[in-house]
């Protein structure tokens, strides 16, 4: 699980990489929540969705976005943080290039970025995102939405109101061509807390049934 710096568009930008176990294993990017909130790449929510698509062979990168750790730059209000995410994909692509697929997963601010992403970068056949902000921030963007995926968010989250999340994973299911799932975890706040666990189990049980459907 090495140190990388790579090249973001406001200088260097920190992550940790886990390259993958055969030569064209699938890509897995993960973002990390709010930078003025705490929010790192270190966040037990983003590590532990970083280890699923690890413990699975896939080339994995999480990183900080600009102004975090030792990333360069200044918090861009998502701006700057979607084109941090796009130089993080583009990194990780030059080292994969015969990648069989390409997910991301976010998690709160993290999640609203990687949606955003996934509707610029048509590669990304699937997303992970949890405790997506609905009640914070716009994601009418998302219509279409490209991919299908996953919506994981704790019942008891003082951030999130778990209605916010379903309300966007019934308007996502609502289009055509594509599933979303969604999880609610009984009791568990926005970060979590006695309940990674189960949400570790929810995140990796979607991925199975993804990955041996071959979708």
Known sequence: MPDIIFNGPEGRLEGRYSPGKIPNAPIGIVLHPHPQYGGTMNNKVVYNLY????????STLRFNFRGVGRSQGIFDDGL??????AAALD???TFNK??????????SFGAWIAMQLLMRRPEIRGF???APPANLYDFS?????????????GTKDEIVPASSSQNLSEKLQAQRAITIDFEAIPGANHFFEG?????????DDYLEKRLTSGE
């Not at 700057?80 to 995410?85: P, Q």
């Not at 015969?98 to 976010?106: L, P, Q």
């Not at 309940?195 to 995140?203: I, P, R, S």
């Open 51 to 58: 280890h699923i698509f690890a413990k699975r062979g896939f």
């Open 80 to 85: 700057g943080e979607l084109s941090d995410a």
């Open 91 to 93: 990194w990780i692509q």
């Open 98 to 107: 015969n990648a069989t697929s390409c997910w991301v997963a976010g998690f």
């Open 128 to 130: 992970i995102a949890v």
């Open 141 to 153: 963007f998302l219509a279409p939405c490209p991919s299908s995926g996953i919506i994981v968010q």
């Open 195 to 203: 309940y990674l666990d189960k949400m570790v189990t929810k995140v």
